[in-house]
């Protein structure tokens, strides 16, 4: 079992930055690709980036690439998302997911085992 929580979210005006982060419980944290969704209001959730368990497999989508940045920390248990020039159409809530594979990663969302709550991320026009 994993427990995810994500932190960092707010408000921010557009081309400007944060970082999430999703803290994860259990000690088997390190096993887990981990993937970074969001939803806005209105719209499916969507996939935005994943990184496999070792870091060595990291995976964008689109409308991300070049300004979006996944990292994890093993030791800390913690998946960051860092943002970087951020657009209005950016805003949504921000999920965190762990996914058992050894292999790779997913942008395919019912193959994450656990989520977290979300954070919410608003950029400003």
């Known amino acids: 079992q994993v427990q995810l929580v994500e932190s960092g979210g707010g408000l921010v005006q557009a081309g400007g930055s944060l970082r999430l982060s999703c803290a994860a419980s259990g000690r088997t944290f390190s096993t887990y690709a981990m993937g970074w969704f969001r ?11 994943a990184i496999s368990w070792s870091g060595r497999s990291i995976y964008y989508a689109d409308s991300v690439k070049g300004r979006f940045t996944i990292s994890r920390d093993n030791a800390k248990n913690t998946v960051y998302l860092q943002m970087n020039s951020l657009k209005p159409e950016d805003t949504a809530v921000y999920y ?5 594979r050894r292999l790779g990663v997913s942008d395919v969302r019912y193959e994450y085992d656990y989520w977290g709550q979300g954070t919410q991320v608003t950029v400003s026009s």
């Open 96 to 100: 965190c997911a762990a996914d058992n």
């Open 39 to 49: 939803q806005a209001p209105g719209k499916e959730r969507e996939f935005v980036g």
